[in-house]
Nanobody, 118 residues
Framework: VQLQASGGGLVQAGGSLRLSCAASGRIYSTNTMGWYRQSPGNQRELVATLTTGGTTNYADSVKGRFTISRDNVKNTVALQMNSLLPEDTAVYYC?????????????WGQGTQVTVSS
């Protein structure tokens, strides 16, 4: 499985950015796609995930500002980020998790930098 992310960049506080990610390879019909982020000195943290069934999970810090969406046919996931804050600055990673025989397999994209200036 390969993940190719795009988007990101530099934006002023209060602005918006959109991240996109496309998965290819052996994609199961049931999976969870999402976004995680990591800033210097911190661990990678969940931003938002979305299952093929439509269940979402957001970090409290982004609720009401970020929206995750996906296309199950194209195996793509997007993250619309509005009202960005300087603390949103991080490298954002696309992720897909698939279950097989009771094991969870995680695959990661290459990461895309998001920088929010104050």
């Amino acid at each position: 499985v390969q993940l190719q992310a795009s988007g990101g960049g530099l934006v002023q506080a209060g602005g918006s950015l959109r991240l996109s990610c496309a998965a290819s390879g052996r994609i199961y019909s049931t999976n969870t796609m999402g976004w995680y982020r990591q800033s210097p000195g911190n661990q990678r943290e969940l931003v938002a995930t979305l299952t093929t069934g439509g269940t979402t999970n957001y970090a409290d810090s982004v609720k009401g500002r970020f929206t995750i969406s996906r296309d199950n046919v194209k195996n793509t996931v997007a993250l619309q980020m509005n009202s960005l804050l300087p603390e949103d600055t991080a490298v954002y990673y696309c992720n897909i998790q698939q279950l097989r025989l009771g094991y969870a397999y995680n695959y990661w994209g290459q990461g895309t930098q998001v920088t929010v200036s104050s």
